[in-house]
C-alpha cells in the first residue's frame, strides 16, 4: 500500500541543474531514512545520496559538494537537487524509503519506478 513516485528528471546541459522529488503515499506509520540510487544499462545501482529521519545525510564521493538532498516530513517527500550536472551523472535515479507500518515494529524498504537524468557534452 505504499507508494514512491518520483518526478523531476529530464534531459540538461552538462552545469546545468535538476531537482528530483520522491513522494511517498499510501497507509504507514512513518519513515526512517530515505535515498536516492541510480543505475546505468549494464551497470549495478549505486548509491547517491541518503538521509536519515534525523536530518544526517550522506553522499558518494563523486557528487560531494554538488547534490544536496533534504526532506518534508510533512509532505513525506525527499528531494535531490543536482547542481553542476556532468555527463557521468547520466542514469535512471530511483528514490527509496525505509517505511514503518501503521502496526507492527518493523520498517520495510520500498523502491519508486525510477526518473530518468540526462546530461548533454
Do not use: H
Not at 529521519?53 to 559538494?65: L, Y
Amino acid at each position: 500500500q505504499v507508494q514512491l513516485v518520483e518526478s523531476g528528471g529530464g534531459l540538461v546541459q552538462a552545469g546545468g541543474s535538476l531537482r528530483l522529488s520522491c513522494a511517498a503515499s499510501g497507509s504507514f506509520f512513518s519513515i526512517n531514512s530515505m535515498g536516492w540510487y541510480r543505475q546505468v544499462p549494464g551497470k549495478q545501482r549505486e548509491l547517491v545520496a541518503t538521509i536519515t529521519g534525523g536530518g544526517n545525510t550522506n553522499f558518494a564521493d563523486s557528487v560531494k559538494g554538488r547534490f544536496t538532498i533534504s526532506r518534508d516530513n510533512a509532505k513525506n517527500t525527499v528531494y535531490l537537487q543536482m547542481n553542476s550536472l556532468k555527463p557521468e551523472d547520466t542514469a535512471n535515479y530511483r528514490c527509496n524509503a525505509d517505511v514503518a507500518p501503521q502496526y507492527g515494529s518493523s520498517y520495510y524498504s520500498y523502491w519508486g519506478q525510477g526518473t530518468q537524468v540526462t546530461v548533454s557534452s
